[in-house]
């Protein structure tokens, strides 16, 4: 069973950078489309960007110009940069990617376990 495996979390600097990565944990055929989403303490979970391999991406206005997603296939992984971090960042954050497991495989949607962004101001 295919899981997402996210790291790259921590406690940065308003300012700052963090890369989150979001890995599948196994060898697939590829990852077609990646997400990332994120809830803040007794906030609703929201959307933040989302790429389709090789094409487009799409970011919520409240982080475009400052963060960037994209996939690498060859290490089977989603990328979040996050550039000048605001306080207002702080959050879990969660990835969401469909997966093909294997040439002849249905495509699944899994997510994340969460990883934890702290921005101080």
């Known amino acids: 069973q295919v899981q997402l495996v996210e790291s790259g979390g921590g406690l940065v600097q308003a300012g700052g950078s963090l890369r989150l990565s979001c890995a599948a944990s196994?060898?697939?055929?590829?990852?077609?489309?990646g997400a990332w989403y994120r809830q803040a303490p007794g906030r609703e979970r929201v959307w933040v960007a989302s790429?389709?391999?090789?094409?487009?991406?799409n970011y919520a206005d409240s982080v475009k110009g400052r963060f960037d997603i994209f996939i690498d296939n060859a290490k089977n992984t989603v990328y979040l940069q996050m550039d000048s971090l605001k306080a207002e960042d702080t959050a879990v954050y969660y990835c969401?990617?469909?997966?093909?497991?294997?040439?002849?495989?249905?495509?699944?949607?899994?997510w994340g376990q969460g990883t934890q962004v702290t921005v101080s101001s």
């Open positions: 969401n990617a469909e997966i093909r497991a294997s040439i002849s495989g249905r495509k699944r949607t899994y």
């Open positions: 196994e060898s697939i055929f590829s990852i077609n489309t």
């Open positions: 790429v389709v391999s090789g094409g487009a991406t």
